[in-house]
């Protein structure tokens, strides 16, 4: 569990760089504090959906969080 919050920040960036003036990267880091693992894991993914707008080693920093979801056992099992 300790992974997930600190590579949480990371992820919380990447998501605020991309989605500028919302509340994206506070709902993304309310669900880690509240343990919301299904709508932190939807919300990663949607960053994946559009591998396009990522830049250099966010894609593959978003795609180790959730290895890491995977391995906790945090993320939904249909995942």
Request: glycine letters at 4%; zero cysteines.
């Given at each position: 569990m300790q992974a997930i919050y600190a590579l949480a920040p990371v992820?919380?960036?990447?998501?605020?760089s991309h989605c500028p003036r919302t509340?994206?990267?506070?709902?993304?880091v309310k669900a880690c504090v509240h343990g919301?693992?299904?709508?932190v894991e939807a919300m990663v993914e949607g960053m994946l959906a559009?591998?396009?707008?990522?830049?250099?080693?966010q894609e593959n920093r978003l795609r180790q969080f959730l290895a890491?979801?995977?391995?906790?056992g945090t993320a939904s099992a249909d995942g």
């Open positions: 992820v919380a960036q990447i998501i605020s509340r994206a990267r506070d709902d993304f919301d693992w299904t709508e559009e591998p396009w707008h990522l830049v250099g080693y890491i979801l995977h391995l906790e």
